[in-house]
């Protein structure tokens, strides 16, 4: 029997909106029907929660992972009241002990040794003893955030006044209300809960583990579609500072590609990624580790692992010689760059001092010439 109590808020919240969106909307699609445009505008609403919570609260705010423009600041803690996912000071408040205390059952608010229901959902339906509450200590920057305090502060109406006059102007704009209530407003909200509630669920039970098996995250393509990027969980856990989750370029990560083009825009600055020889020794590390494992049931074992420890070795050195050049390269082609720059800057300068020089001597010819 559980003793734990229940929050009463939540189970109403996620089981009315639930029993609405696997009812209400098929019902109302048979008896009624939706156009387009209450399709395409759930879409993109579904985006911009998203989107919010995966780029805003997720990648922004609880890893810093890149600065951000006020305006795009503005956007997202707006956008992550209409994903009613709490405050992004909560947010991020819960997640950096999920981080800091991945899979420890006392600790992690969403600890996935608890298995799929409680990290997927559970953990916000009872008032679990015991999971550390967040006091907002590990937040103290974001407590210098006037944009994520405007929004911690103005939570609740900003939360009703999103996800009932969104969807409300919305019907209004397509003279359909309660079409538009039911698809961008509650099913918009049911999937948008759910695809991010995987992440804490399902990306860490399902998938790979190419970079780290000290936890449980795990990077799993299919999670990605459905998360924004977010997928690539076992990348994300050991490499948090990175604001890529998918690094390679046919990984599905739209929240990195929206913080890479904002960037050039001047939306987003200072994008921080990991260099890339940490990235490929810690995959050497792990295929060594999993080699070893396997070869150790092996009649000539010893053998074979001393030769996977030579090779690995060896590996590991030429990566060293390999990221070594490669910066000094990239370096190099800096310097020519800017060398480059001040060259055509001279030329530029030479030819207007020239100008201004004949123009005077000109001027100074006309002068004597008067008083010759
Ligand atoms: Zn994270
Ligand atoms: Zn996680």
Redesign the pocket.
């Known amino acids: 029997m559980q003793q734990t109590p229940i929050i009463w808020t939540n189970v109403l919240l996620f089981s009315i909106t639930t029993l609405v969106a696997v009812i209400g909307v098929p019902w109302y699609a048979l008896t009624v029907g939706f156009g387009w445009f209450e399709i395409i505008a759930t879409i993109l609403c579904l985006g911009y929660c998203g989107m919010s919570i995966t780029a805003g609260y997720h990648r922004l705010w609880a890893h810093k992972t890149y600065d951000a423009h006020p305006l795009l600041q503005w956007l997202f803690a707006i956008g992550g009241a209409f994903a009613l996912q709490n405050s992004a000071l909560h947010w991020s408040a819960d997640h950096r002990v999920?981080h800091k205390h991945?899979d420890n059952n006392d600790k992690d608010p969403y600890s996935a040794g608890r298995g799929f229901w409680y990290s997927h959902i559970g953990w916000m339906l009872r008032d679990y003893p015991g999971v550390e509450k967040p006091d907002y200590n590990n937040c103290r920057d974001l407590q210098k955030n006037r944009i994520v305090m405007w929004q911690h502060r103005n939570y609740l109406w900003l939360t009703i006044a999103t996800n009932f006059g969104i969807p409300l102007l919305l019907g209004l704009i397509s003279g359909n209300i309660l079409g538009m209530l039911l698809l961008a407003g509650v099913l918009r909200l049911v999937l948008s809960h759910h695809f991010t509630f995987f992440?804490?669920s399902l990306?860490?039970i399902w998938g790979s583990q190419p970079y780290t098996e000290q936890n449980s995250?795990r990077d799993n393509g299919v999670l990605a579609l459905l998360t924004y990027g977010e997928g690539y969980?076992n990348f994300h856990?050991i490499f948090e500072s990175d604001y890529r989750n998918g690094i390679k370029w046919y990984q599905f990560d739209p929240t990195k590609w929206l913080i890479k083009t904002a960037s050039w825009v001047g939306l987003t600055r200072n994008l921080r990624t990991v260099p890339e020889e940490r990235i490929a020794q810690a995959r050497a590390k792990m295929q060594l580790q999993r080699a070893m494992a396997k070869v150790k049931q092996r009649p000539n074992a010893e053998q074979l692992l001393r030769l996977l420890e030579q090779e690995y070795e060896l590996l590991l050195a030429r990566m060293q010689d390999y990221y070594q050049v490669k910066k000094q390269l990239l370096q190099q082609r800096r310097q020519q760059l800017v060398a480059q720059y001040q060259a055509v800057d001279f030329k530029q300068s030479y030819r207007e001092f020239k100008l201004h020089l004949q123009q005077q001597q000109q001027h100074w010819q006309r002068l004597i010439g008067a008083f010759s």
């Open positions: 999920h991945v992440i804490n990306a860490h995250a969980h856990h």
